[in-house]
Structures are given as C-alpha cells and as structure tokens.
C-alpha cells in the first residue's frame, strides 16, 4: 500500500461506534526535526507498514509471514527498513500478551480487545519500542504512535494513545528503578 493508498484508506476510517469520519489525515508534523523518526524518514515509514501488516494479521488473522511476504512484493522497501518493519511485527506479536497487560493497566475502563484495531496496534508497537528498542528514545516512541494514531485512527485516538503510553512509561521507569535527568522521582509501590 501506497502513502496516497493509506491516506485513501484513512480519509473515512471506522469508528468505534461504526461511524464514519470525514477528518482527514494528518499532514506534516510540527515540532519534528525531520531526523530518521520524523514523518516521512525511514523509520516512520516503516512503522507506517508494520502497523498495516499488524492490523491485517490481527483482523483476518492471516499468518504474518505471509502478509509480510506480501507487503514486500507490492512494496519492496531498502534491507535496513525491511528489517525494522519485520523486527517491529515479530517484536509486537511475540511481546503482545506482555504489552497487552500494559495496555490494560493503563487504561483499565478500556478492555484491550474492545479496542479499535489501530488504537491497539499503535499502542502495541510503541510499547514494544519502549520495551525492546534502546536506541529509540521514549518521547521519540509515543510521538511516533501519536502521529500515527492522529494518521490512521479515530478524532480521540491520539489523545487515548499518548496517555496510555505516559503511563506505560511510567509503569516502566518505576519497574527499572530509573527516571531520567530532570524528571521527578517515580512513586514506589
């Protein structure tokens, strides 16, 4: 799928009470730098594609090394992205009971398969992020999974995603016993 496809797609996604929104995608992004994550670097299209694949598999259920194969035959991408987009997917759907439960604490009124597919999906592969890519700073993650939420997802997707991933973060600066510079100390449980 195309940048111009998926914008197609978005211009009147589902929902969650099965309407049909006419807003549409959004465009640029202030505040970016346009460094690897910024919208339209390498990166940021690559986990334009990974969620794509992660929506499919969790809707039709169809294996992902098969939509994976597919989404390189219509799209063929350079290595290094490639292996991003399929370190992401495998990474999401390996850790997805273990980000599910994040999910779930973090938004507790909101049970995680109720959840729209993209919001869901958005969610999963930034808590990976979070979870297993080092050299992805956190804010780098949520403001990815903002951006694409704002792209692909409902008018409160964005707001719904960054705050679960505020708390996920939290939840794992307390975990690791760690805060960085500046930031205050995280209650102890």
């Not at 973090?106 to 919001?119: E, I, K, N």
């Not at 707001?159 to 939290?170: A, D, H, Q, S």
């Amino acid at each position: 799928m195309t940048d111009a496809d998926a914008a197609e797609r978005h211009d009147s996604p589902a929902e969650p009470s099965g309407r049909r929104s006419s807003r549409r995608p959004a465009k640029g992004g202030a505040g970016h730098d346009g460094g690897r994550g910024a919208p339209g670097g390498k990166r940021h299209q690559a986990r334009i594609l990974a969620l794509q694949v992660l929506f499919e598999v969790d809707l039709t259920n169809h294996p992902p090394e098969e939509v994976l194969a597919r989404t390189w035959a219509d799209q063929p991408a350079p290595a290094d992205s490639r292996a991003f987009v399929e370190r992401l997917v495998r990474g999401a759907l390996a850790d997805q009971e273990r980000i599910d439960r994040y999910v779930a604490v973090a938004a507790p009124a909101f049970p995680v398969p109720q959840l729209p597919s993209v919001d869901r999906n958005v969610l999963r592969i930034a808590i990976y992020e979070l979870l297993r890519e080092r050299d992805v700073p956190p804010k780098a993650a949520i403001n990815e999974a903002v951006e694409l939420a704002k792209r692909f997802g409902g008018d409160s997707s964005s707001r719904f995603v960054n705050g679960v991933l505020g708390t996920v973060v939290e939840t794992l600066q307390r975990e690791r016993g760690d805060t960085a510079p500046g930031d205050p100390p995280s209650p102890r449980s």
